[in-house]
């Protein structure tokens, strides 16, 4: 596959950029503690299902301290129509835990200590400092990967090497263009049948467009 060129790749930043001036994520959530618990739940899991799941779970176990005391399997029903619930449930219960005993109770707003706690990788702690603190960091989940490659952005086989990527190629402004990215891939370069000669504003730059061309 061709990867884009210099000038392509300035033209796909500046007209993502256009197009999702303010995006932000659609988990809904109040405050530090609702996001990193959302960003949580999100792993393999649509957006939509864990905005179906939080309000209930937020309700019982509204901060750190409550969902540190949780039973385990009250937060598994809470959470059970989430893949992989049980590992969820345990995780939060743990991540909780350690943020009362290592953090005094506050979630460490810092990409190194975030990814120390339970069940928090790398991805989950960029995802939270991209939106909470607009940090310059990228994210890599199944749309952002996906668009990076049909764009000809990178031709990297995992995700850390596809962030790699696309941090060296876009350098600045990454927190806008992961949230752009995502809802590119959301809504428009989908997996299954993308937008490609409708609603796309990337077509003329687009590396992959002749394989939808039958659709
Ligand atoms: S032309 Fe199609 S495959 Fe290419 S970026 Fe647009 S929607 Fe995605």
């Known amino acids: 596959m061709k990867l884009a060129t210099k000038k392509e790749i300035e033209e796909i930043k500046r007209r993502l950029l256009e197009h999702y001036p303010d995006s932000v994520t659609e988990l809904h959530y109040h405050n530090l503690y609702e996001l990193l618990v959302a960003v949580m739940l999100s792993a393999q899991c649509t957006d939509k299902r864990v905005n179906l799941i939080t309000p209930a ?26 893949s992989f619930f049980n590992n969820k449930a345990k995780n939060l219960i743990k991540m909780a835990q350690m943020v009362m005993e290592k953090y005094n109770g506050e979630i460490p707003l810092d990409e190194k200590e975030l990814v120390k706690l339970p069940g928090v990788g790398q991805k989950t702690a960029h995802v939270v400092m991209i939106e909470y603190t607009g940090a310059n960091l990228m994210a890599v989940d199944t749309h952002v990967f996906r668009v990076a ?8 086989k995992t995700a850390e090497g596809t962030e790699k990527d696309l941090v060296k190629k876009f350098k600045t402004d990454l927190h806008r263009i992961h ?12 997996a299954k049948n993308p937008k490609c000669y409708t609603e796309c504003f990337l077509t003329d730059l687009c590396k992959s467009k002749e394989s939808f061309k039958a659709r």
Do not use: W
């Not at 779970?57 to 989430?82: G, H, Q, R, T």
């Not at 949230?179 to 989908?190: E, K, N, P, S, W």
């Open 57 to 82: 779970l937020f309700e019982k176990y509204p901060d750190i301290p409550s969902l540190a005391n949780a039973d385990l399997d009250d937060v598994k029903e809470l959470i059970k129509s989430c």
């Open 149 to 156: 490659h049909r764009l000809g952005l990178s031709d990297a």
């Open 179 to 190: 949230q752009a990215m995502v809802l590119f891939g959301r809504y428009i370069c989908t």
